[in-house]
């Protein structure tokens, strides 16, 4: 364990600083040791999920807050996946395919991005309830077996009616299993009463034939635009990618009038998210992977009160655009009633981003 104190430099790997830079897109696996981590503000903490042998998001929200990792030199990692894809809406699952991961080929029409398919293996939506039990006080924990390797785990939850389970709602349906997996019911750590409840799920798999998730295994590197996917065998599957962009600045294509005669103004972007129905339960694949955060351009207006884009800066670029932006706020210093709205694009991208590591 490395120690050390106020004023006290401590390295990583022998450097005299404990700052990792990154461009969007690059990652850093931290070395051996216990360490608090900070992510930068569009940087992820990131572990290696043992079941589907992927990195998965930590700090999805990029919210400043710092998180204890006990790295092995290979299970955590800094990810700066600004302006990179990091997974896929399946609106058309296709059919006839070969159920199994990694049978269809997905290939990303820019960024160099790498995908793993899964064919098949969904649990259904609807689990049954054997026995509903007696003497909840609190809905238990409901924990369903992972699938083979390279498949994504079903979750699920439920209510909890006079001590007895009432529902269960399916979070997500997984992919690739081969089996229907047992669900295990564990109490909630303050129930000391609650006992016999059974839940089972259907021995009839969903999505045979059909792709029920598909992730990347590699995020290859920043965009400017969304790609397009093809997959082999075609049939007819279709998907959108999910992003994850950041402003990078702003066009403008009508500076309008009345923002204030050379005075301040504030671009605000909301988070873009991605539309579209899902053919299965599953957000982790998809809406879920990020907490997005609304991105904030700063800039002067003209002397005779137009936005213009000369010395506009980004102040926050965001987090988690899932897709290009096509709706903002802008807000005007001063002036009267605004008498012709002013019209801007907005540019996304990646951005490098500084975190920090702690040796505790």
Do not use: E
Not at 92 to 118: E, P, Q
């Amino acid at each position: 364990m490395m120690l050390g104190g106020q004023g006290i430099a401590l390295g990583l790997r022998g450097n005299k600083s404990n700052a990792v830079s990154l461009g969007a897109g690059s990652g850093y696996n931290i070395p051996p040791n216990n360490y608090m981590v900070t992510p930068g503000p569009y940087s992820s903490l990131q572990y290696l999920d043992p079941v589907t042998k992927v990195w998965r998001t930590i700090g999805a929200s990029s919210s400043l807050a710092p998180y204890l990792a006990d790295s092995d030199g290979g299970n955590y990692r800094l990810k700066n996946l600004s302006g990179c894809v990091i997974g896929a809406l399946i609106t058309n699952a296709g059919s006839g395919l070969t159920n199994g991961i990694g049978t269809v080929t997905i290939a990303a029409s820019a960024g160099g991005s790498a995908w793993t398919s899964v064919v098949g293996g969904a649990i259904n939506a609807t689990v049954a309830i054997t026995t509903a039990g007696t003497l909840y006080t609190y809905p238990p924990i409901l924990v369903i077996d992972a699938p083979p390797v390279g498949g994504i785990q079903a979750t699920a939850h439920c209510t909890v009616t006079g001590g007895a389970i009432a529902s269960v709602v399916v979070d997500d349906q997984g992919a690739g299993y081969t089996a229907a997996p047992k669900i295990t019911v564990i109490n909630d750590p303050r129930d000391t009463t609650g006992s016999g409840g059974v839940l089972t799920v259907n021995a009839t798999l969903a999505g045979s034939g059909t792709l029920t998730a598909m992730y990347p295994t590699d995020n290859g590197t920043a965009l400017t635009a969304v790609p397009t996917f093809t997959f082999s065998p075609a049939s007819t599957i279709a998907a959108t990618a999910v992003m994850n962009f950041v402003a990078t600045g702003i066009t403008v294509g009508v500076g309008g009038a009345v923002y204030g005669n050379a005075q301040p103004f504030l671009v605000c972007v909301p988070p873009a998210i991605v539309s579209g129905a899902s053919v299965l339960v599953n957000p982790r694949t998809h809406t879920g992977l990020t907490m997005p955060r609304a991105s904030w351009i700063a800039g002067t207006s003209t002397v005779g009160g137009a936005v213009t884009a000369t010395g506009a800066v980004v102040t926050d670029a965001g987090f988690g655009h899932q897709a290009v932006p096509n709706g903002f706020v802008i807000i005007g210093g001063s002036g009267g009633p605004v008498t012709t709205s002013a019209q801007v694009t907005v540019t996304v991208g990646g951005i490098t981003d500084v975190s920090y590591l702690q040796p505790v």
